[in-house]
């Protein structure tokens, strides 16, 4: 089937610096994206949400930009904290998938102090 | 508020017998959909339940089946269990409806020998 960006890359960042998550999706009928973050021996914890709709949201320390045109999705993370370290996941759910959610392979960032 | 809640955390099963899994979703939601994590495949989608209905389903083998209770709890069985099985299993919760946040448990860590 129809995935999200299937690797786990590793993005290695210094604690104050901002960190970019990229994702590219393959289905151009997804409307809703979730970015999880996931440490090590827990579940995903929901970050922020997105629907197909606006192209930037934000929340605390995080912004999540979506290109519909490129289907492409990032999560930016500002003033990274070593509390940041995981591994990051971005879902997409399209019409008609109910809550399913289609999960890309996963980004680990480790934050250096 | 309670999160969701998986239990048991750890289960150890040998080739052919059969497992189940159970998950308490937070109180009021509606939605429970069910995902297999392994660090080949990823997070991988295997059914969801809705108001006591399954809603939709992934490409899992008949192995695999779940159901809902009326207090929208879930459960989810695998038979005749393979070494392939051993996996984390985790849990969603969502409202229910039109696809919204979705909250996930800590996961069953599910061993197969």
């Known amino acids: 089937g129809e995935s999200v960006g299937l690797h786990l890359p590793t993005l290695s960042v210094q604690e104050g610096d901002n960190s970019i998550i990229n994702c590219a999706y393959s289905n151009s009928a997804s409307d809703y994206f979730i970015w999880y973050k996931q440490e090590s021996g827990k579940g995903p914890q929901f970050i922020i949400d997105?629907?197909?709709?606006?192209d930037k949201r934000q929340g605390q320390r995080v912004t999540v930009l979506l290109n519909k045109t490129v289907k492409h999705l990032s999560l930016q993370i500002a003033a990274t904290q070593p509390g940041d370290s995981a591994v990051y996941f971005c879902a997409e759910n399209r019409p008609g998938a109910g809550n399913m959610l289609t999960f890309g392979g996963g980004t680990r960032l480790m934050v250096k102090p | 508020k309670a999160g969701v809640t998986q239990t048991p955390r750890y289960l150890i099963k040998t080739r052919g017998q059969q497992v189940t899994l159970s998950c308490s979703p937070i109180?009021?939601?509606?939605?429970v959909s069910w995902y297999q994590q392994t660090p080949g495949q990823g997070l991988q989608f295997l059914f969801e339940?809705?108001?006591?209905?399954?809603?939709n389903k992934g490409n899992f083998p008949g192995r695999f089946s779940g159901r809902q209770f009326s207090n929208s709890r879930s459960e989810m069985n695998v038979s005749t269990l393979e070494l392939g099985d051993s996996a984390l299993y985790l849990c969603?919760?969502?409202?229910?409806?039109?696809?919204?946040?979705?909250?996930f448990g800590q996961g069953t860590r599910l061993t197969v020998v």
């Open positions: 109180s009021g939601h509606r939605s």
């Open positions: 969603a919760s969502s409202l229910g409806g039109a696809i919204t946040e979705a909250f």
């Open positions: 997105i629907r197909s709709n606006m």
């Open positions: 339940y809705f108001s006591e209905t399954q809603r």
